[in-house]
């Protein structure tokens, strides 16, 4: 039998959870009305000239997350509409954005900017995009919650226990408490899962080595528990008579000549300045050949010369690649409305 509590849940999982899943629900409220919205105005839509466009205003955060919002005022079929609307979309813009209102003439008491349906389906990329990756980390924590829970519930009946080496990925002492983060990634099952523990005053985990500058220590498996429990220096965590734990500790103590290793911090060793020029320079490249790339696409194959970031990265290119990219777009564009970076002097017509 092993002791109870010796597999724990720290509390951050709890709160990062609160805090995931909070981030998700927001996501979904503040963004979903809006993008229906806007699907039903792009089935129909009507550029309305005389409507008022009121406190618009955009804001960028990271250098890339935009939002946008304004009161629209616009009379239709002699009634009068008063929407406020806010977007939400990334985009690589640099300056002010251009835009107007646009109802649907199916409803006309929908509303939205033409910026929304030109973002329509960035908005829609972007959305699913955030929650997918915080719905799978919410479910991810919730997984390890339920997981920990289920083998401590394990741990309460009799099992074999199968010796184990584990390795130490992190510690922390405190309030003469220590908590210890360790995986399963050396010998055994190699599950490569990660678990914590804490030990009480005055107990320290059983080290027994060390493997590429990580401390490794003994763990066992309790039957087919789904996490391997860490053990302690006196093998106080395992329920047994005093002789037998001084006859399991014997060969121990004797291999690892008199008193175990204490889990004291080893400080790793970074890599060299030159490796991280060399890091930092090829995800420079990288990027510059992903942007390169994508904005050729846009000039020479993309549907829409609205399609977003692609026409603002085509504004920032040199004045040479700007205006071949520019004839490009106007090869099969020429009888429609120029995009940002391709416009004349009145914003409309190409240059």
């Known amino acids: 039998m092993l002791a109870q509590g010796v597999i724990s849940t720290p509390k951050i999982s709890y709160f990062s959870l609160l805090i995931v899943i909070g981030l998700t629900v927001f996501m979904a409220v503040y963004e979903v009305p809006g993008i229906l919205r806007d699907w039903v105005i792009n089935q129909n839509p009507v550029m309305l000239d005389s409507g008022d466009i009121r406190d618009g205003k955009c804001s960028t955060q990271k250098g890339f997350f935009t939002t946008c919002s304004a009161h629209l005022n616009y009379t239709y079929n002699a009634q009068t509409y008063d929407k406020d609307v806010e977007i939400m979309f990334v985009d690589l813009h640099v300056g002010d954005y251009e835009t107007n209102l646009v109802i649907s003439g199916d409803h006309p008491d929908l509303a939205t900017l033409s910026l929304g349906i030109d973002m329509l389906w960035n908005r829609i990329i972007t959305l699913v995009v955030f929650v997918t990756v915080l719905g799978g980390a919410s479910i991810t924590i919730i997984f390890q919650i339920l997981r920990a829970m289920r083998v401590r519930g ?102 690892l000549g008199g008193r175990p290793p204490q889990l004291l911090a080893q400080r790793k060793k970074g890599p060299t300045i030159w490796a991280r020029l060399a890091r930092f320079f090829l995800v420079v490249l990288l990027i510059v050949g992903c942007v390169f790339g994508y904005w050729l696409w846009y000039v020479t194959s993309a549907d829409s010369q609205f399609t977003s970031p692609a026409m603002d990265i085509n504004n920032m290119m040199p004045a040479p690649l700007n205006l071949w990219g520019c004839d490009q777009l106007k090869k099969r564009f020429g009888d429609q409305r120029a995009p940002f970076g391709c416009t004349a002097s009145d914003y409309t017509s190409w240059k």
């Open 154 to 255: 394990q741990l309460r009946h009799p099992a074999q226990l199968v010796p184990v080496p584990v390795e130490i990925t992190a510690f922390d002492r405190r309030r003469e408490r220590l908590a210890v983060t360790y995986a399963d990634k050396i010998a055994g099952r190699k599950t490569g899962r990660t678990a914590q523990t804490q030990f009480e005053p005055g107990q320290e985990p059983l080290l027994i080595g060390e493997k590429g500058g990580k401390a490794v220590a003994l763990a066992v498996w309790h039957g087919g528990t789904a996490l391997p429990v860490l053990l302690d220096e006196r093998l106080e965590r395992i329920d047994m008579a005093t002789e037998e734990r001084a006859t399991a500790l014997a060969p121990l103590v004797a291999e």
